[in-house]
Nanobody, 122 residues
């Protein structure tokens, strides 16, 4: 069974930066595509970013493009989301997700983490 554990959330002022991490355990994960999603207060969960199995391809939601960077270290079974120029509207619980396919997707994932809270104050 694949398990995902996020860490690195916290509180920051607008314009600041945070990096959240996701450690993947279980069956070998280097063939999995990975994604980050978020759910803000009173909002539906939304796609943030995705990365393919090798890290050679990435995809971003328009709302975070140019500010967020997704990356992965397969030797450490870890996926990262570097968040810069944070805005109050980025406040949300951020979830890591894995899909049993090497290819990215903005919707279909098989395993999910418990989430880590990111709060951005103005």
């Amino acid at each position: 069974q694949v398990q995902l554990v996020e860490s690195g959330g916290g509180s920051v002022q607008a314009g600041g930066s945070l990096r959240v991490s996701c450690v993947v355990s279980g069956p070998p994960s280097r063939s999995y595509a990975m994604g980050w999603f978020r759910q803000g207060p009173g909002k539906e969960r939304e796609f943030v970013a995705a990365i393919n199995w090798s890290g050679g391809s990435t995809r971003y939601a328009d709302s975070v493009k140019g500010r967020f960077t997704i990356s992965r270290d397969n030797a450490k079974n870890t996926v990262y989301l570097q968040m810069n120029s944070l805005k109050p509207e980025d406040t949300a619980t951020y979830y890591c997700a894995a899909r049993t396919s090497p290819y990215m997707d903005s919707r279909r994932y098989d395993f999910w983490g418990q989430g880590t809270q990111v709060t951005v104050s103005s």
